[in-house]
């Protein structure tokens, strides 16, 4: 059989569909797995690894997966991971089998394509979800009649049970069901300033606005509009407090705080100073090269100069940031 | 072709430095930084080697140490990536990448952006 070299323009319609329809299914279908469902699959990955049926260890949540397993590994029960042999022995198998049917570059294609369908942020926080890429697109295949494999088959039938997350142990294994709900904004990020973005059947939730992700108890704060200044300020994480700032309202913000223009340059940089309790502090309110949006940035208090300031929070000179930067985004 | 010294992209920023330092080892990566909030990431597409020192090092700027967290080989002018920036093309050389820092006003300490 002749491997294919590149997608028609059909084929990647097709394929497009399919990676919607995947997408829907991990983030909206809200599936409920049963123990029935799971249990021949998780017999078959453990008979390929040579080891016995394991206890089968259902989770509502992310969190509560995590905390069991913390749990197991501090006291007696202590257990080794397989996951190693399973990503030996079961998974790499099983993509081996399939990646000899179709070639490698159409895969890192649609790899980023599946990925910017809003997948990504499963496999930086929740796990298994980022297999998500490799079987939608192996899963095409199949449908198309070119990927035969029993052994995929199984694989992808394990992951259409409803699984999040899964680790596996030598003698028990932990499975994380789908959320229920996740909620997202017109951008496809994690979203949501009235209910917790990503909803879990044991309340364990999670909170995020605009992709950027909150404690319960911030993010409460930041939607109520209840969230000081000083607790603004204090935030390491420039990204949340880009996101609380803008909910807020950074012209009031800036109101509450009676800030002084210090200096301001022709490239839109303006210097701000503000008494707060014993503290003059100086902060910077710059334009995002992103998106134009006001963000601001508190500097060493000695800065008088507003490109100064500007070229210190980035690592140059004022004549450096003024004459030699020429490429900026 | 434009001669770069300087680029920045975000929270990142690169600035050429003559070679490569010795107390480094490669890392088979292209993304020199990822943030923690949103999991976004600068990537670079092309013959880019990436770097990370062995131990602390710093770059002086107007007498102030910034510490470097990547070196990069850049072979032959490449495209930096972001989800959300706009991707720059980062012409051939040397280049330490160092994280964009602000003052922690309550702590009165420097702090280096997270993003």
């Known amino acids: 059989m002749s491997k294919i070299t590149s997608l028609s323009t059909t084929q990647q319609e097709k394929l497009n569909t399919h990676c919607q329809k995947l997408h829907d299914f991990i983030l909206h279908s809200g599936k409920d797995l049963t123990r029935e469902e799971v249990e021949s699959y998780i017999e078959w990955i453990y008979s390929k690894i040579g080891k016995p049926k394991p206890i089968i260890l259902i989770f509502d949540s992310y969190l509560a997966q995590k905390v069991a397993i913390n749990i197991l590994n501090n006291n007696k029960f202590r257990e080794s991971q397989v996951e190693s042999q399973v990503w030996s022995q079961v998974r790499s198998q099983v993509r081996s089998q399939v990646e000899s049917q179709v070639w490698s570059q159409v895969e890192s294609q649609v790899r980023s394509q599946v990925r910017s369908q809003g997948l990504e942020f499963i496999e930086q926080s929740f796990g298994y979800g980022y297999e998500s890429w490799w079987l939608t697109f192996t899963e095409y295949w199949k449908n198309e009649g070119i990927v035969k494999s029993d052994d995929f088959n199984s694989y992808l039938g394990l992951n259409r049970c409803g699984i999040w997350s899964i680790v596996y142990f030598e003698k028990s294994v932990f499975i994380c069901k789908l959320p229920i709900k996740i909620l997202k904004d017109e951008r496809g990020r994690l979203h949501s300033v009235k209910s917790p973005s990503v909803q879990w059947r044991d309340g364990l939730d999670n909170y995020f606005i605009h992709g950027v992700g909150f404690e319960k108890d911030l993010w409460q704060k930041i939607v109520d509009r209840k969230l000081e200044p000083r607790e603004l300020m204090k935030m390491p994480n420039t990204d949340q407090r880009f996101v609380a700032l803008n909910h807020y309202g950074f012209e009031r913000a800036l109101t509450e705080l009676a800030p002084k223009l210090i200096d301001q340059s022709k490239r839109g940089n303006k210097l701000y100073s503000i008494k707060f309790d014993a503290y003059t502090m100086k902060f910077l309110k710059y334009t995002d090269t992103v998106n134009g949006e006001n963000r601001i940035s508190f500097v060493k208090p000695e800065f008088d100069d507003a490109d100064e300031a500007m070229a210190w929070k980035h690592n140059m000179t004022k004549n450096e940031y003024q004459n030699k930067l020429r490429v900026e985004a | ?115």
């Open chain 2, 1 to 115: 072709m434009t001669v770069m010294d300087l680029f920045r992209h975000g929270d990142v920023d690169g600035r050429k430095v003559g070679k490569l330092p010795d107390a480094i080892k490669q890392i088979h990566t292209k993304t020199i930084i990822r943030g923690e909030a949103t999991g976004h990431h600068h990537t670079f597409n092309g013959q880019v080697l990436v770097y990370e020192p062995t131990a602390p090092q710093y770059i002086v700027v107007e007498g102030e140490k910034r510490q470097v967290q990547k070196y990069i080989h850049v072979l032959k002018t490449a495209q930096l990536t972001h989800q959300e920036h706009a991707t720059i093309d980062v012409s051939s050389g040397t280049y330490a990448i160092l994280q964009e820092q602000e003052f922690d006003p309550l702590e009165q300490q420097i702090r280096e952006v997270m993003d």
